[in-house]
């Protein structure tokens, strides 16, 4: 939000405490919350969240994604919007990103370093070729919808009776 | 991703990527064209990323969502993790008994799904979050609300990575890949989560609120990319692939084309999963010993039951689900002793509290609590089979706890004492 300086008839109301409805809402959104985190930090949970396996998995994971993945994404985005003919962009676009978020959520399985001989019901599919699959029918739907947007350009539009 | 085309409400800079909403002064009302006191954050940035797409509408529709998806996430994991450690004030039922089923399976599945939509509330508001480090923007800090919401949006941004990823990881049993354990750091991880959540909420109000509100504006010229529909759409599909690519796990019906999943509710011995095995547990040896007794401690007299004896008391039948904290659940025919009967063999009555004892030692899982309602219920078994069979011993032979909705890790397995005492 800006300043009210200069705006006609509102100079008296800079320093004036907001007494609405919805200012009340969030005053009780922000104590809420910090009392949340307040809760965690220096309740009940203050000598699990300060363990150095935590705080490096924390670091780790937020750095993997804020610098690795997400510019990787981006990227990846500039690529297509360089490459692909603007007829199939949005869909190919739409299903990169489709693509990028069910390897990811997948990922773990696919590697399987969660499987335990003791448990065979644990992690118990081929998940290597179960993302395949789903891949597969996620860029089958992509290519139908791609002929059908080409289908539609090349049939001429009749004329309006 | 960039280079994506689509609308902008208003030209230039996006009105809710300008200076901050306080929470003390009358300034959140609409912007009348008054000059700027702050500068505008970086226009060499926003111009590293050209997307149109990025909006405060669109940021705020994904939010939306979003905090509705971590709300759902947040009161599930609540229920879930009272459940397992009540405090003196919570109560949980014993019916219907595919309560704790369906809440937790609401709490992975939701959790999965908010996924994408967390990965394209990033990608719309990261030219912003590059501008969060810099010593210059610190600077800059006019009121403590503008701190507040500054650090609330970094802490909220961890906080989201680090439950979404430590959940994908928990669930796939990669543990190691965490290094510490993952049920209490989840637990307060979840708390920091949606306090900063709440913070955010409270201090950006005004701006969802303007933009989910404003007229949208024809585009000045057609879209070369995904628009802001077109990126909302492939955001849901995607979530709706990915629920239905897991959520098998404990939907049975769709657990043939749910690939993704990392339990099938069919598999197992006796055809149902199991979360530990007798060998993991190292009872292999002891809970196949043929002096086995279960002891049973009242407040009237002790006794020991042998199989035998356990097999010639009055046996009940009942079909219950194994709720796993981990998301899956598969139902299943159990047959055993009822619990009250045993309670009430040895002095206890409907008020009694149970703590069931496992053969397996040195587990945080090796005994637990059964409060009057689970205890007291008819369907509360000492199971000595499963589907009209015994045991399997990775299914908890000689007998194992199975009472209705309760978590899988309170269904107590390779039972070897029952303590029965006062609820008190």
């Known amino acids: 939000m800006t300043s009210l300086k200069g705006v006609k008839g509102m100079k008296g109301l800079k320093n004036k405490p907001d007494m609405s409805g919805t200012a009340w809402a969030r005053r009780g959104f922000v104590l809420a919350g910090l009392a949340m985190i307040g809760f965690a930090l220096f309740g009940g949970g203050a000598a699990e969240l300060s363990t150095s396996p935590y705080l490096k998995f924390v670091v780790e994971v937020t750095l993997g994604v804020l610098v690795l993945v997400l510019p990787l994404s981006l990227a990846v985005g500039w690529l297509i919007g360089k490459v692909v003919p603007v007829l199939a962009r949005p869909i190919v676009q739409g299903t990169c990103l489709a693509t990028a978020l069910i390897v990811m959520i997948a990922l773990p399985s696919v590697l399987g370093f969660g499987r335990d001989a003791t448990l065979p019901s644990a992690l118990p599919r081929n998940y290597a070729t179960g993302l395949w699959t789903v891949l597969a029918v996620v860029w089958a739907g992509a290519a139908t919808l791609i002929v059908v947007r080409i289908v539609r350009r090349r049939t001429p539009k009749e004329p309006t009776k | ?424």
């Open chain 2, 1 to 424: 991703m960039i280079g994506v085309s689509g609308r902008r409400d208003v030209a230039g800079v996006p009105p809710g990527w300008r200076g901050k909403p306080s929470l003390f002064r009358k300034t959140d009302l609409p912007d009348f064209g008054a000059p700027r006191t702050t500068p505008l954050p970086s226009l060499a940035l926003m111009k590293a990323f050209p997307s149109t797409l990025r909006s405060p509408r669109l940021t705020s529709q994904l939010g939306v969502w979003l905090g509705a998806m971590f709300g759902v996430c947040f009161l599930t994991g609540f229920l879930s993790h009272e459940i397992q450690h009540p405090a003196s004030w919570f109560w949980w039922p014993a019916t219907p008994v595919w309560l704790y089923r369906v809440t937790q399976g609401v709490h992975v599945a939701t959790g999965l799904a908010s996924i994408p939509l967390l990965a394209a509330k990033l990608w719309s508001v990261f030219p912003r979050l590059l501008n969060l480090p810099t010593v210059k923007k610190w600077t800059r800090v006019k009121d403590w609300a503008q701190l507040i919401e500054r650090i609330s949006v970094l802490v909220l941004v961890a906080a989201a990575i680090v439950q979404v990823t430590s959940g994908v990881l928990n669930i796939a049993r990669w543990y190691s890949a965490m290094g510490f354990f993952f049920t209490d750091l989840h637990y307060w991880t979840a708390w920091i989560a949606v306090g900063a959540l709440l913070v955010h909420v409270g201090v950006k109000l005004p701006v969802v609120r303007r933009a989910l509100s404003a007229p949208v504006r024809p585009l000045r010229k057609p879209p070369t990319g995904l628009t802001r529909r077109g990126l909302l759409g492939a955001v849901a599909a995607t979530s709706a692939v990915v629920t239905v690519a897991t959520v098998g796990e404990t939907l049975r019906p769709l657990a043939g084309v749910s690939v993704l999943a990392d339990r099938d509710p069919r598999v197992g011995p006796q055809g149902l999963p199991v979360n530990a095995s007798a060998t993991e547990a190292g009872v292999r040896t002891v809970a196949a010993d043929p002096d086995w007794r279960l002891e049973v401690v009242g407040p009237a007299r002790t006794v020991q039951l042998s199989m035998a004896e356990l097999a010639a008391m009055k046996q009940t039948t009942a079909t219950l689900p194994i709720s796993c904290v981990e998301g899956w659940s598969s139902a299943a025919s159990w047959t055993g002793v009822p619990l009250r009967d045993l309670v009430k063999m040895v002095g206890g009555d409907n008020g009694s509290q149970v703590t069931v004892v496992s053969l397996q030692q040195g587990s945080r899982y090796a005994s637990s609590v059964v409060d009057p309602p689970h205890a007291h219920h008819p369907h509360t078994l000492i199971a000595l089979r499963l589907r009209g069979e015994p045991l399997h011993i990775d299914h908890g032979y000689p007998c194992r706890l199975i009472a209705p909705d309760r978590p899988g890790v309170l269904q107590t397995k390779w039972l070897g004492r029952l303590v029965v005492g006062s609820a008190a």
